[in-house]
T-cell receptor
Framework: AQSVSQHNHHVILSEAASLELGCNYSYGGTVNLFWYVQYPGQHLQLLLKYFSGDPLVKGIKGFEAEFIKSKFSFNLRKPSVQWSDTAEYFCAVNSGYSTLTFGKGTMLLVSP | NAGVTQTPKFRVLKTGQSMTLLCAQDMNHEYMYWYRQDPGMGLRLIHYSVGEGTTAKGEVPDGYNVSRLKKQNFLLGLESAAPSQTSVYFC???????????????FGPGTRLTVT
């Protein structure tokens, strides 16, 4: 079965620090990849997505992710985080079925 | 567009009671999903539907039933609630791609359910 691994459960950064959140998946075929963000008390919102083409994907709020097929990875990055980026981040993978497989999430706390 | 809406937003049930959660979407999406979210567990798929009149089991279907009588609505039922079903429930919907896979999912605001 498809699985998604997010290595860091909790990350604490100071404002202006750079961010990289890891995401690895297990499926070897064609995949569609997503990062979602969940702000405290809210629902999941799409940050960015990859279906095909340029493996470096830019999303909203200055986030980007790079798809590295050989490493089965889709890591999320942001050069300079803000306090308002405090949230939980979920990686998700679609391997050709009608459902997504989500990672367990990474909680990011940005201190001012 | 309202997007994906869920009712109710909050509910407290006693063990053994039943209830139905309603999800509605106005984006003409083919696919709809019900998830539960528990601390440290991420999102777990309960049931999903790839079209009106069709439903399928997800990762954690036990204790839940669903129905999709209309394309825009997806109902989640708990016939006999248990404390283990205390959770936040999210509905989502998406378009279908030509190969049957899904585009990105759009999520509703969630229903916080407590079973005592």
């Amino acid at each position: 079965a498809q699985s998604v691994s997010q290595h860091n459960h909790h990350v604490i950064l100071s404002e202006a620090a750079s961010l990289e959140l890891g995401c690895n998946y297990s499926y070897g075929g064609t995949v569609n990849l997503f990062w979602y963000v969940q702000y405290p008390g809210q629902h999941l919102q799409l940050l960015l997505k990859y279906f095909s083409g340029d493996p470096l994907v830019k999303g909203i709020k200055g986030f980007e992710a790079e798809f590295i097929k050989s490493k089965f990875s889709f890591n999320l990055r942001k050069p300079s985080v803000q306090w308002s980026d405090t949230a939980e981040y979920f990686c998700a993978v679609n391997s050709g079925y009608s459902t997504l497989t989500f990672g367990k999430g990474t909680m990011l706390l940005v201190s001012p | 567009n309202a997007g994906v809406t869920q009712t109710p937003k909050f509910r407290v049930l006693k063990t053994g009671q039943s209830m139905t959660l309603l999800c509605a979407q106005d984006m003409n999406h083919e696919y709809m999903y019900w998830y539960r979210q528990d601390p440290g567990m991420g999102l777990r798929l309960i049931h999903y539907s790839v079209g009106e009149g069709t439903t399928a089991k997800g990762e954690v279907p036990d204790g839940y039933n669903v129905s999709r009588l209309k394309k825009q609505n997806f109902l989640l039922g708990l016939e006999s609630a248990a404390p283990s079903q205390t959770s936040v429930y999210f509905c989502a919907s998406s378009y279908s791609r030509k190969d049957g896979s899904s585009y990105e999912q759009y999520f509703g605001p969630g229903t916080r359910l407590t079973v005592t």
